[in-house]
């Protein structure tokens, strides 16, 4: 048996002295309150705690925790001093964390019994069940554009300002977004909808720009009847959802950002480089979008998958052919360049997160750093993921979700 087939057979819960391990809600607590830690710090312990009855060698543990990559042994030994600062440990005490000299390092606490260290009913559900069923609608936007929304869950309401390339038909098979739909649903009731030239809103709708991409966010909260809810925003409908909470301060209760930003491409000041990126983007968009050649879609994938697998690359080249056209992916790419409400952050009320990728590529760090700064007292976490768009597997989407469900309340 593997070390990941070892782990995969494991307790979803530990529990030892007044601290608890729950990989399933990716959280380590301490008597009521999580004590909050880094990916790579979390994934540390999970493998010494899991492998409770051995020594775990240091090169086990940077083939679980750094997936084999290179990285010196420093790296490793930050992390367990981490651990220990986590626990109140420490390398004289060792009361959890035993070094064990040249070999690596083992877990010593006394585990409360394996057989009693299983998910508690709250636990288990969110692990196993289904995502709730969807129901979809349609309603008409001022200028008669069709729109589809879909409500799913109960709960505190939750709106989604629409972003690029979704399909409310295929988005919960769908691996780049169903992840998402599910851990939402199953917390919240949560609406969201396809924007207008996308998924099963109309495609054929002529010219748009961002005030009618708001308009269509009022539309479908008017749709459903809502007078208060949260909002969330990721990456370009984070600007529509900063947009809509500066115009309805009185309807949004809590704000979520993630991996969005303030000001596009052409508003930027940038450099040589990118302004040759962006007009890639837009060239392989009109040359590439519709071709069954997936090459030049794949590009994109790059761009917001960078270390997703290669099923995660197929997933999202699906996904962008099913989900709108060439001419409609030429002119979103163009309005999102043109984006600019730094203006309206200001005028934010609600309480604000922001989450973003510390690598991201399309929308580097910077620019969340910046929309946190314009939005009066939000709060910015910095994700340890390369990827625009968090996929399921990797420990950063836990850290997510962990921090919505921790804001949201």
Same mark, same amino acid.
């Given at each position: 048996?593997?070390?990941? %087939?070892?782990?995969?057979?494991?307790? !979803?819960?530990? @529990?030892?002295?007044?601290? +608890?391990?729950?990989?399933?809600?990716?959280?380590?607590?301490?008597?009521?309150? +999580?004590?909050?830690?880094?990916?790579? &710090?979390? /994934? +540390?312990?999970?493998?010494?705690?899991?492998?409770? /009855?051995?020594?775990?060698?240091?090169?086990?543990?940077?083939?679980?925790?750094?997936?084999?990559?290179? &990285?010196?042994?420093?790296?490793?030994?930050?992390?367990?001093?981490?651990?220990?600062?986590?626990?109140?440990?420490?390398?004289?005490?060792?009361?959890?964390?035993?070094? +064990? @000299?040249?070999?690596?390092?083992?877990?010593?606490?006394?585990?409360? =019994?394996?057989?009693?260290?299983?998910?508690?009913?709250?636990?288990?559900?969110?692990?196993?069940?289904?995502?709730? !069923?969807?129901? $979809?609608?349609?309603?008409?936007?001022?200028?008669?554009?069709?729109?589809?929304?879909?409500?799913?869950?109960?709960?505190?309401?939750?709106?989604?300002?629409?972003?690029?390339?979704?399909?409310?038909?295929?988005?919960?098979?769908?691996?780049?977004? @169903?992840?998402?739909?599910?851990?939402?649903?199953?917390?919240?009731?949560? $609406?969201?909808?396809?924007? !207008? =030239?996308?998924?099963?809103?109309?495609?054929?709708?002529?010219?748009?720009?961002?005030?009618?991409?708001?308009? %269509?966010?009022?539309?479908?909260?008017?749709?459903?009847?809502?007078?208060?809810?949260?909002?969330?925003?990721?990456?370009?409908?984070?600007?529509?959802?900063?947009?809509?909470?500066?115009?309805?301060?009185?309807?949004?209760?809590?704000? &979520? *950002?993630?991996?969005?930003?303030?000001?596009?491409?052409?508003?930027?000041?940038?450099?040589?480089?990118?302004?040759?990126?962006?007009?890639?983007?837009?060239? *392989?968009?009109? &040359?590439?979008?519709?071709?069954?050649?997936?090459?030049?879609?794949?590009?994109?994938?790059?761009?917001?998958?960078? %270390?997703?697998?290669?099923?995660?690359?197929?997933?999202?080249?699906?996904?962008?052919?099913?989900?709108?056209?060439?001419?409609?992916?030429?002119?979103?790419?163009?309005?999102?360049?043109? $984006?600019?409400?730094?203006?309206?952050?200001?005028?934010?009320?609600?309480?604000?997160?922001?989450?973003?990728?510390? %690598?991201?590529?399309?929308?580097?760090?910077?620019?969340?750093?910046?929309?946190?700064?314009? $939005?009066?007292?939000?709060? *910015?976490?910095?994700?340890?993921?390369?990827?625009?768009l968090l996929t399921a597997t990797e420990p950063a989407w836990q850290v997510f979700c962990a921090e919505v469900a921790?804001?949201?309340?």
């Amino acid at each position: 048996m593997t070390s990941a %087939d070892a782990l995969s057979s494991s307790p !979803r819960v530990w @529990r030892w002295d007044d601290y +608890v391990l729950d990989l399933g809600r990716y959280e380590l607590r301490a008597g009521d309150s +999580v004590i909050r830690v880094e990916p790579q &710090v979390f /994934d +540390v312990l999970t493998q010494l705690v899991s492998h409770h /009855d051995r020594c775990v060698s240091k090169e086990e543990l940077f083939d679980t925790v750094w997936g084999g990559r290179f &990285v010196g042994e420093a790296a490793l030994t930050s992390r367990i001093k981490a651990v220990r600062r986590a626990l109140g440990d420490d390398g004289e005490a060792q009361r959890y964390i035993r070094t +064990v @000299r040249g070999r690596g390092y083992r877990f010593v606490g006394t585990l409360h =019994g394996e057989d009693s260290a299983t998910p508690d009913e709250a636990s288990v559900e969110h692990v196993v069940r289904e995502t709730p !069923r969807q129901h $979809i609608a349609f309603a008409r936007a001022a200028d008669g554009v069709r729109l589809a929304y879909a409500e799913s869950g109960d709960g505190p309401p939750l709106v989604k300002a629409a972003n690029w390339m979704t399909h409310l038909g295929y988005d919960s098979e769908s691996p780049v977004w @169903r992840h998402g739909v599910r851990e939402m649903s199953l917390r919240y009731r949560f $609406i969201r909808y396809d924007e !207008r =030239g996308c998924g099963l809103s109309d495609w054929d709708v002529g010219d748009f720009t961002f005030d009618d991409w708001v308009a %269509d966010l009022e539309t479908v909260v008017d749709a459903v009847g809502l007078d208060r809810f949260h909002l969330m925003g990721v990456s370009q409908g984070g600007a529509v959802a900063v947009a809509y909470a500066a115009r309805h301060p009185d309807k949004v209760s809590r704000l &979520v *950002l993630c991996g969005a930003y303030a000001r596009g491409r052409a508003v930027r000041a940038l450099s040589d480089d990118e302004k040759r990126a962006a007009a890639l983007d837009l060239e *392989l968009a009109r &040359v590439g979008w519709g071709r069954d050649d997936p090459a030049f879609r794949q590009v994109f994938a790059a761009q917001f998958l960078p %270390d997703g697998t290669r099923a995660d690359w197929a997933a999202f080249d699906q996904l962008q052919r099913r989900t709108t056209s060439p001419e409609n992916a030429v002119h979103f790419l163009e309005e999102f360049a043109r $984006i600019d409400v730094r203006d309206l952050c200001a005028r934010v009320q609600c309480p604000t997160l922001v989450l973003h990728s510390r %690598d991201d590529h399309p929308v580097p760090m910077r620019y969340g750093e910046e929309l946190a700064s314009l $939005i009066p007292d939000a709060r *910015l976490v910095a994700l340890s993921s390369n990827n625009h768009l968090l996929t399921a597997t990797e420990p950063a989407w836990q850290v997510f979700c962990a921090e919505v469900a921790a804001f949201l309340v």
